[in-house]
């Protein structure tokens, strides 16, 4: 079945600075991979997702860009603020397995200092 | 406007006891899912529901089940509790589409 690592674990910047988590899956006919953030205490929210036909997706600070032949793709927060302080997971689904199932990475817990 | 409502935030439980826990949606989902949150090892997939009265085991079903009588409801049981099955407990739902999921806030279980 599906596989998603999920790196760093933690990833502490200053406000203004650009945070990257990447993530790489295992099965190669998965087809969507979104992003969801979880502030404390908190559900988690889709904040962006992207689809296997294009190769990157851009909202405002947030992009995600995706290398199917190397089965990764990646999280980009272009100036931070501390209210992006949260932890991200990413996820893969496989449509063959039908039911919109997500795998989920194990987080990455980022912090933004002031 | 919550859309994916878990009756419990918190739980205590003894060891041996049967815990229900309850998730309603009212989005009209067909797909409901119980995902386990534990520190380190992410979101894992307990067990989903595809259509009423349909369930699949996802990736650690043992000492869990589910029921899904009508389409808004999705409960999760654990037959006897154990202390290792002290975490947080998500359900989520989503439609046909590739939409992403929504969350319910969580219940936090703990089994003493």
């Known amino acids: 079945g599906e596989n998603v690592e999920q790196h760093p674990s933690t990833l502490s910047v200053q406000e203004g600075d650009s945070a990257v988590i990447k993530c790489t899956y295992s099965?190669?006919?998965?087809?969507?991979f979104p992003w969801y953030k979880q502030e404390l205490g908190k559900r988690p929210q889709l904040i962006i997702d992207?689809?296997?036909?294009?190769g990157e997706k851009k909202d405002q600070r947030i992009a995600v860009t995706l290398n199917k032949t190397a089965k990764h793709f990646s999280l980009h927060i272009t100036e931070t603020q501390p209210e992006d302080s949260a932890v991200y997971f990413c996820a893969a689904s496989n449509p063959n397995t039908g039911f919109q199932k997500l795998v989920f990475g194990t987080g990455t817990r980022l912090l933004v200092s002031p | 406007d919550v859309k994916v409502t878990q009756s419990s935030r918190y739980l205590v439980k003894r060891t041996g006891e049967k815990v229900f826990l309850e998730c309603v949606q009212d989005?009209?989902?067909?797909?409901m899912f119980w995902y386990r949150q534990d520190p380190g090892l992410g979101l894992r997939l307990i067990y989903f529901?595809?259509?009423?009265?349909?369930?699949e085991k996802g990736d650690i079903p043992e000492g869990y089940s589910v029921s899904r009588e009508k389409k808004e409801r999705f409960s999760l049981i654990l037959e006897s509790a154990s202390t290792n099955q002290t975490s947080m407990y998500l359900c989520?739902?989503?439609?046909?589409?590739?939409?992403?999921?929504?969350f319910g806030s969580g219940t936090r279980l703990t089994v003493v």
């Open positions: 099965d190669s006919a998965s087809n969507y």
């Open positions: 989005m009209d989902h067909e797909n």
């Open positions: 529901s595809y259509d009423v009265k349909m369930k």
């Open positions: 992207i689809r296997s036909n294009v």
């Open positions: 989520a739902s989503t439609g046909t589409g590739y939409d992403g999921y929504t």
